[in-house]
Nanobody, 125 residues
Framework: QVQLVESGGGLVQAGGSLRLSCAAS????????MGWFRQAPGKERDFVAA????????YYADPVKGRFTISRDNAKNTVYLQMISLRPEDTAVYYC??????????????????WGQGTQVTVSS
């Protein structure tokens, strides 16, 4: 069983920055591909970014390219999402997810095995 706990969400003005963290339990975090998704009110959950188990590969959804950066610290069992130049349309609940034992760079929800509880990000205009 893997537990994921997100933190770092909050209220920020447009143009501002936030860094989300996701702490994972388990001794084999370095074997997990990790991803971030978000769900805005009344909308489906969308892929945001993914990082391979090694951290060497990353992939981003088009709306966040150039503004968001996913990274990981395998020694701390933590994955991060650095968000800059935030826009009101980035407002959503942000979830991290783990794809256990994966050599892939997954972008679809069904590819992930474990999910965090989410953290709210609100960007005011």
């Amino acid at each position: 069983q893997v537990q994921l706990v997100e933190s770092g969400g909050g209220l920020v003005q447009a143009g501002g920055s936030l860094r989300l963290s996701c702490a994972a339990s388990g001794r084999t975090f370095s074997n997990y591909a990790m991803g971030w998704f978000r769900q805005a009110p009344g909308k489906e959950r969308d892929f945001v970014a993914a990082i391979s188990a090694s951290g060497r590969l990353t992939y981003y959804a088009d709306p966040v390219k150039g503004r968001f950066t996913i990274s990981r610290d395998n020694a701390k069992n933590t994955v991060y999402l650095q968000m800059i130049s935030l826009r009101p349309e980035d407002t959503a609940v942000y979830y991290c997810a783990a794809d256990v034992g994966s050599l892939r760079l997954p972008t679809a929800e069904y590819e992930y095995d474990y999910w965090g509880q989410g953290t709210q990000v609100t960007v005011s205009s």
